[in-house]
Structures are given as C-alpha cells and as structure tokens.
C-alpha cells in the first residue's frame, strides 16, 4: 500500500516562496511509469493541476504557474518537493500529492494514491 504524507507551514507571506515535501511510503518514486503529482484546490474552485516529476527526474509544470514553479526530489528519502515562489492570496488552497502509477502493460490499471492534503493560506 502506498501512503504519502505531506507536510509544509500552512501559513506564507505574500511574495514568499511556499515549499511542501511529500514523503511516500510503500513504492518508490523511481520505479517505473511513476509520476509524481502536485494538484490544488482553492475555496469555491475545482481542482488545479500544479506539475508533475517523472521516475526519470524530469519535471513538467502547469504553463500557468510555471515561471514560479518547481518541483524536485529526493530520491534517498523518497519524496518530492513543490516550490511555489512570488505567492499571493490566489495562491490559498488545499496542496495534494499524489503518486500516480501508469499501467503499461496489457491488462494492467493506473494506480493512484493522494496525499490527505495540506491547507496553506496566503497571508500577511
């Protein structure tokens, strides 16, 4: 079973740099076909895709938010890290990890675990 913890200040600054680790458990995050997520959701919005890092170590951003974006991993520990710089009060949301297993071969599933997400709020 695979579990993911995030952890991060729930409170930033405008104009801080905002920064989550997710710390996984049960899986690697270098196994293959591994995508690790970055996924938010603002009061009264819907789901917000933040960017992903691959099991090869490449990332991918949401074009939106991608001059301020970046994630990262460490492998030794197992979990990746979102930096989200320049914030501001749009940037108040509920951030979620999630470990996402693409199914390759035949007659295999995609398999996806969420972190239980982690409010951070945007304030001076």
């Known amino acids: 079973q695979v579990r993911l913890q995030e952890s991060g200040p729930g409170l930033v600054k405008p104009s801080q740099t905002l920064s989550l680790t997710c710390a996984v458990s049960g899986e690697s995050i270098t196994t293959d076909y591994v995508y690790c997520h970055w996924i938010r959701q603002s009061p009264g919005k819907g789901l917000e895709w933040v960017g992903y890092?691959?099991?090869?170590?490449?990332?991918y951003y949401n074009p939106s938010l991608k001059s301020r974006t970046s994630i990262s991993r460490d492998t030794s520990k197992n979990q990746f890290t979102l930096q989200l710089s320049s914030v501001t009060p749009e940037d108040t949301a509920v951030y979620y990890c999630?470990?996402?297993?693409?199914?390759?071969?035949?007659?295999?599933?995609?398999?996806?675990?969420w972190g239980q997400g982690t409010q951070v709020t945007v304030s001076s």
């Open positions: 890092i691959g099991y090869g170590g490449t990332a």
């Open positions: 999630q470990f996402r297993s693409i199914g390759v071969k035949v007659g295999t599933l995609n398999r996806d675990y």
